[in-house]
């Protein structure tokens, strides 16, 4: 995977994540905070570096996306269960 579609599916899911912590209810933002957390890790310190290291680069790109949509409809289940998704695309490598 290119750097930049890398580093533009963690800015979406960290967005998403960032919405959920703010705007989502009270039981999820816990949860929501320690994704958004993992996805500025890649963006603010440079671990974007290592772009390209998913176990399925098209689904973590649709995963981000989705997650981001989801989070603006305010369908806080579904865009976690995307960031997490996201999150083990990421871990399994």
Known sequence: MERSTFVTAIRQLSAAAEIA?????QDFRFDAFQLLAFFR??????????AGSTSNDEL???TAEAALTMAG???FAASLALLEQARSLLSST
């Open 41 to 50: 890790r890649y963006d603010d310190s440079g671990l974007s570096h290592k």
């Open 21 to 25: 912590a703010k705007a989502g209810p």
């Open 73 to 75: 409809r305010n369908e």
């Open 60 to 62: 973590f790109v649709r």
